[in-house]
């Protein structure tokens, strides 16, 4: 039997020729086999004498065993051998069997050829899709063989051992080492969620394997378009998977041929496409964005996605991105783009679009500036100076330059060489150290500070004619060179921007021979206000109480109200009359207003002024008589005198009230002062009108007491 199986041994099989005489002696001197030779013949009807490695595995397995093989159970006890041999994984020992599975997982088309094994095995491979490189390959490697133009694995050995939960393992272990490496700057996924990708991956790999030439590129793209977005990766697999036309990945126009597809089904348009909800509520964290400042959280993105490097602090705004999933760090904390779809949906189109919709003061010209050539340089400077607030600095200086980039680069010329204590990063310490200081008129031009006192004027609310106030503050600018914004803010700060008070504050300031002479001056403007206040009284021929003028029956209590509106339009709404006790109270004797209160302010108009007697806002007057009671009991034990009036200040304008005691009567002359008037003006107003209201109220001949 031995001399027939040496004759059946091609010559390159010589060398088995003493292993299985060794072997068959040995089974006949052990007593382990009753027909030793039956066993080698069974031997290689499992595994053809070509596949002699795997040969002297199985001969080693009988080796091994400690049974006796009885005649005519050769074939099963050899199989069962081997069968126990692969439940048992003890393979690994085996320096052949991992240098076959090696030489596959080594191949850079691995899991195409893991794939393409597993169709074998599952007898469920269509040889008009397969790709022949890698069917030569397995067939080099002696996994599997064609036998009439049917593939199947090569021998019973490889059948068991590399079986197809064994593939489907290792398909599984390489998919999970290819998504560990492209999606290595995802450190926030979990182990969990990864083998959940994994297993997502594994699900499609049948049908993807179909799908394409090359498997293993193909997975790459798949992952390298969708970290770490598990709907997108989904979807990605979906859409490939269902793919009508195979994707060949042979070269560059095919690689191009895939990403038109994707961009056609997932990008362009991408508003009413499948990923529409995703991506809206990907594009909803950035830009509702609640923790900071969603214009700096998009700037910083705009660098991240053109690959520059972000010339300013921002890892709160890095921090926030990682969370919306738009971007991602590396190892080495880069933040990048979380993939290339991300990087076409939310482009550099799209930023500008959101950008743009910000509302935010100046944004046009903040946009702009962020596009100069010299803007990191600037805000490299800006940073140094101000390392905790340089955003809110920046946004400050285009508040004041807007469109003039010119203005704000000699600003920062100027606080590059400045030197300032570390308290300076607040804005109004900014304002005093920077915009309003001395030195500023070093770098700046007078056509500068007429711009920039423009600006400052623009900020002012509910002033009218402030064109004609701003070209009044213009004129400081001829006078003053060191910085006419110290004068323009002190002016503003005292008028309110009022148009006549702010023209005859600063015709006073720049007459020749005027106490205000320089910047340095500035705290004397004060004093100029009392004689613009006498200047006022004159123009409006209000006497005092100590006037002597005999003229009093010349005017009536209603042409003084009119009067007083008049001249008071600038900061005063209205002047009203009215009783505060009785069943009259909250009725109005006399009243005047500004003209424009019935106008502009009509809601206004008839709460106060109402229709006959008075309106909503006077129904509950009668309560001040309690008030001014409180009020003059609190002034005779403290010794303060009489009650004058008493000013209320809200959020949005001051009222002053001063209670006339005639005989025992109180009645109340309401002054209502416009919103943002200067507080000054109506106490100045209220103290030069009340002692001649009082005098023509009792000389008023349709004034009757009432007892």
Known sequence: MIQQLKQSFEPQYEHLNQILVEFVIELQNTSKASNPQMVVKKIFELVKPKYSKCVEIILNLVRKFEGSIKEGDEESTVKELVENFANKQEYEDSVHLQEVINKILESHRSLSLLSLYLQIINKDIDLDDINQKDIEYLIELGLIVSQNNVFQVSNFLYEQIFNGDFIEQELKNKVYKLVLRKWESAPELSKIQKQDIVNIISENISELAKKTNNLDFLLSLILKWSKPDLVLLKSLLNFIGEAENKILLCDKEGIKKIANLVRSHFIENWQTKPLSKHFNLIQENVIKNKNGDVFWLLVTY???????????????????????????????????????????????????????????????????????????????????????????????????????????????????????????????????????????????????????????????????????????????????????????????????????????????????????????????????????????????????????????????????????????????????????????????????????????????????????????ALEDAGNLSAVSEFWNKFAEKTELGDLEYSIHAFNKGSVIVAVLNLEGQLYGVFYLGKSGAPRARLVNVCEQTIPQIKKLFVQDRDFVFVK
């Not at 400052?456 to 004619?465: D, F, Y």
């Not at 006022?536 to 209000?542: I, P, V, W």
């Open 302 to 616: 705009r660098y991240i996605l053109n690959g520059k490097e972000i010339p300013f602090k921002a890892e709160k705004e890095i921090q926030d991105l990682v969370k919306s999933k738009l971007i991602l760090t590396n190892p080495e904390n880069k933040p990048t783009v979380a993939n290339d779809i991300y990087k076409a949906v939310f482009d550099e189109d799209w930023v500008l679009q959101k950008l743009a919709q910000i509302n935010k003061p100046q944004i046009h010209n903040l946009l702009a500036w962020l596009n100069n050539d010299n803007f990191e340089d600037n805000i490299t400077i800006l940073q140094n100076k101000f390392p905790n607030n340089f955003k809110i600095i920046i946004e400050e200086i285009i508040s004041w330059t807007h469109e003039h980039q010119d203005i704000a680069q000699r600003i920062i010329e100027f606080i590059k060489v400045g030197i300032f204590s570390p308290d300076s990063e607040g804005i109004d310490k900014f304002n005093k150290n920077i915009i309003y200081s001395p030195n500023l008129g070093n770098y700046l031009k007078p056509e500068d500070f007429k711009i920039l006192i423009t600006n400052r004027v623009a900020k002012l609310e509910g002033v009218n004619e402030i064109n004609q106030t701003n070209q009044s503050m213009l004129q400081l600018t001829k006078k003053f060179r060191h910085n006419p914004l110290i004068i323009a803010e002190k002016i503003l700060e005292l008028t309110n921007g009022e148009q006549n008070f702010t023209q005859n504050l600063v015709d006073l300031i720049v007459q020749e021979g005027g106490i205000i002479k320089t910047e340095q001056d500035v705290n004397n403007i004060q004093g100029l206000i009392k004689s613009l206040d006498n200047s006022n009284q004159e123009e409006l021929n209000m006497p005092t109480d100590n006037s002597n003028n005999n003229n009093d029956n010349t005017i009536t209590l209603q042409e003084l109200f009119e009067r007083i509106a008049e001249k008071g339009r600038g900061f005063l709404k209205a002047i009203l009359l009215v009783h505060l006790q009785g069943d009259n109270a909250g009725e109005i004797l006399e009243s005047s207003y500004n003209g424009e209160l019935d106008q502009t302010e009509d809601e206004i108009y008839r709460n106060l002024i109402g229709r006959g007697s008075g309106g909503k």
